[in-house]
């Protein structure tokens, strides 16, 4: 069965964050969208309290704002003026053992007047979302892609045997997706055997608008600041070491979190057993060819450290919006070869900065003790402190490389 209904020249699939943002995107593209958004997995059909949040930087939240997106969020966005990072682990420095290599206990350490990133959580964005999805009259289908036909006729098959033909096909299917591999893609792992517990915990003293990340041995422990007395937590553990902690009770798991942490953050307490999320960071190279682009974790698997996933599908979006339109003003179809190679040039770049730079941070700080960690240390101590510092800091304040029109809160002509 041929679906006949209009000669559709933008499919998107995904229901994620991504897809959310991109059909957004697309809308203002003025582009003839149709939308297969996939049916729930199962388990997300259950609407199981999330309290997952997401960092998104500087350029994104002007994204947000020219999209109508955070006037419609049910809770602030919560501002980070301050980030602390340290290379050490905290009882190194209680126990003395280290003290005359390391004079302090954050060695890097940045202010802000001005806000460099916000903290949302990830229900809040979708709800925004949906509002305007609703009112844009976008309907997305609940039906899965099963096959992409590349060659003769351009169309993607459901699972029902429905035929849709498309101009262009815009992926947002998440990092596990087979449609990656079906398209033509090639996507490299990067799993290092690490989960990440993620969770919302509270402190005994106020959060000060700080983030840190502390590299500990086995990977990161980064605390978002939420609210006032709320952090969010993401522990990048080893997969081992993540079964001995789902174990434990929260009073046990509490006294772990602070023992590995330390004090600066007053008493922290889990609000609520936290999730454990298997990680895969994935690197694809080449993200779009032949009417075909990759966007979110589909195009990009970073690892957590940076809180940089979502800022790079936001990019995705925004390029893409800017490739439509310029496409458009040059009388050209969304079929157009340009618009896949001129979002594959403008995304490349950033993305490959990306990937390495977590890839190398991850790699580099977490390592059992002995040399390698050590020279991490020294390094970060006294050569390359001010190197990573710059790294991180353009992390956090985003559009380094990639600067789409919605970066600077315009939405393009
Ligand atoms: C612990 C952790 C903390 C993080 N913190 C941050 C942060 O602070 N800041 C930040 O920017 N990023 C962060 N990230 C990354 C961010 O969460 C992801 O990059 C982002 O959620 C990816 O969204 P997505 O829509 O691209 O993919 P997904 O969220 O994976 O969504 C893809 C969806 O598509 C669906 N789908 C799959 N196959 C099909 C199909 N055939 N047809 C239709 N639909 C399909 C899937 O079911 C899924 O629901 C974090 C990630 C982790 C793991």
Same mark, same amino acid.
């Given at each position: 069965m041929i679906d006949t209904h209009s000669q559709h020249q933008v499919i998107l699939t995904g229901n994620g964050l991504t897809a959310q943002i991109m059909a957004l995107c697309l809308y203002h593209a003025g582009c003839n969208v149709l939308w297969l958004a996939g049916k729930p997995m199962a388990g997300q059909e259950k609407t199981a309290p999330d309290n997952r949040t997401t960092t998104i930087h500087q350029a994104g939240m002007k994204m947000l704002d020219a999209l109508g997106i955070t006037p419609l969020l049910a809770s602030p966005a919560w501002p980070i003026n301050r980030i602390l990072v340290s290379d050490r682990p905290a009882d190194d420095r209680i126990s003395g053992q280290k003290k005359d290599v390391y004079k +302090?206990?954050?060695?890097m350490d940045w202010h802000h007047d001005q806000p460099m990133a916000h903290v949302v959580l990830n229900h809040d964005l979708q709800q925004a979302c949906n509002i305007l999805i609703d009112r844009y009259q976008i309907h997305p289908k609940q039906v899965n892609i099963t096959t992409i036909n590349k060659t003769g006729r351009r169309l993607v098959i459901d699972s029902d045997g429905t035929e849709y033909p498309f101009d262009l096909l815009v992926i947002c299917a998440g990092g596990r997706t087979k449609l990656i591999g079906q398209a033509g893609f090639r996507k490299i792992s990067q799993k290092a055997g690490q989960t990440a517990l993620v969770g919302m915990l509270a402190s005994s +003293?106020? +959060?000060?608008?700080t983030a840190y990340q502390r590299f500990l041995a086995e990977g990161p422990l980064a605390l978002m600041a939420m609210d006032d007395r709320h952090f969010s937590l993401v522990w990048t553990v080893s997969d081992q070491s993540a079964d001995r902690l789902m174990a434990l009770d929260l009073p046990e798991l509490d006294s772990e979190l602070n023992r590995q942490f330390g004090e600066q953050a007053g008493q922290l307490r889990f609000c609520a057993p936290p999730l454990r999320w298997p990680l895969s960071p994935h690197y694809v190279? #080449?993200?779009? #060819?032949d009417g075909i682009v990759l966007a979110g974790d589909s195009a990009h698997g970073l690892h957590p450290l940076a809180g940089m996933g979502l800022n790079l599908g936001l990019a995705d979006a925004a390029c893409l919006l800017d490739c439509l339109m310029q496409a458009r003003k040059r009388g050209l179809t969304p079929a157009h070869i340009s618009i896949c190679d001129r979002y594959q040039a403008q995304r490349q770049a950033e993305i490959l900065a990306l990937s390495a730079t977590t890839q190398l941070l991850n790699r580099w700080f977490s390592r059992p003790e002995g040399l390698v960690r050590m020279v991490g240390g020294v390094g970060m101590s006294l050569v390359g402190r001010s190197v990573i510092m710059g790294q991180l800091k353009q992390l956090a304040m985003g559009g380094r490389l990639s600067r789409p029109q919605?970066?600077?809160?315009k939405l393009p002509q």
């Open positions: +302090t206990d954050w060695p +003293t106020p +959060t000060e608008h190279r #080449k993200i779009a #060819k919605l970066f600077s809160g």
